[in-house]
């Protein structure tokens, strides 16, 4: 079956970075759209952004022109690049797909943008 593990989170200042990762493993990857969600605490659970099988990217308003998704195929792992960062970024990142209409969630990486 799918499985997803997160990494990549961490503490950061106001207007920084983070790269998160997304390893995916269980099926063939390719064939897959994956997409990172976010919680802040408190809120329920939010698209981010998602990218489909082939290469096709969307965002939510909030992090257009600072947040980028991609895929690397050869290494079945998703990336969120995450730039200018603020912190209503804030929150627990997951990474997220449906097989066979069942969703697949990773544990989960803790990103505080504070300073």
């Known amino acids: 079956q799918v499985q997803l593990v997160e990494s990549g989170g961490g503490l950061v200042q106001p207007g920084g970075s983070l790269r998160l990762s997304c390893q995916f493993s269980g099926r063939i990857f390719l064939l897959y759209d994956i997409d990172w969600r976010r919680q802040a605490p408190g809120k329920q659970r939010e698209l981010v952004a998602d990218i489909t099988s082939g290469g096709r990217t969307n965002y939510a308003d909030s992090v257009k022109g600072r947040f980028t998704i991609s895929r690397d195929n050869a290494k079945n792992t998703v990336y969120l690049q995450m730039n200018s960062l603020k912190p209503e970024d804030t929150g627990v990142y997951y990474c997220?797909?449906?097989?066979?209409?069942?969703?697949?969630w990773g544990q989960g990486t803790q990103v505080t943008v504070s300073s």
């Open positions: 997220h797909t449906i097989d066979g209409g069942r969703p697949y």
